[in-house]
Structures are given as C-alpha cells and as structure tokens.
C-alpha cells in the first residue's frame, strides 16, 4: 500500500454546484463499499482561508496504486460536477509524522 494526497482546489463560480452536491460528494467520501479494494481514507477535509471560505479540500489516502485514488477521485460529486477548479494527486512519503499509525520513511 502507498499513501496518496488529493489537493483539490475549489472553482469561486460553483457555488451553486458545491451547496448542490453537498451531501452527495460527504456520501462518496464515506461509502466504505464503492472503493477499491485496500483503499482507506485517513484524512480528509475543507482548507479554508482565514475569512473562514473554504477555497480547497486535501484528503489523504492509502491505496494500491495512483488508479485507484484517481478512480475514487473521478467518482466524486464534486469533480464530476465541476466544483474543483484543480485537482492534484500525488504519492505521499511522510517523512516525520505524528499521526497514530502512520510510519515515516
């Protein structure tokens, strides 16, 4: 297994699309069932400047391969209905760590 980061950076004109698929895109997250096989989310959430508007999102996950985070990436709500502007998705290898079970290199 591999650790793999999704940066994706939201698009200010989907407003409507993100408030839309709210709960769909919190649902995917979530559905333990419709993932590949070995893939776990180990962190996930909003990245928000300081004013509080939410203006990116990064989840961090452990999968087999960089398909399977792109494949579970591709399914989601809010990249199939163009919340994000960008998405970014990368190989993690932490090097220092103080997040319970994770090993750094």
């Not at 650790?3 to 769909?24: C, G, K, N, W």
């Not at 400047?49 to 809010?78: Q, W």
């Amino acid at each position: 297994m591999e650790l793999y980061v999704r940066f994706a950076e939201s698009d200010p004109a989907a407003i409507e699309q993100r408030t839309a698929q709210m709960e769909a895109h919190k649902a995917h997250l979530r559905d333990e069932k419709a993932v590949p096989e070995g893939f776990r989310i180990l962190a996930s959430g909003p990245m928000q400047v300081e004013s509080g508007k939410t203006t990116a999102a990064l989840i961090i996950a452990e999968a087999r391969c960089i398909e399977d985070m792109t494949a579970f990436s591709d399914a989601d709500p809010f990249v199939i209905h163009g919340v994000y502007r960008q998405v970014r998705i990368l190989r993690w290898a932490p090097t220092l760590s103080r997040i319970s079970g994770l090993k750094p290199d």
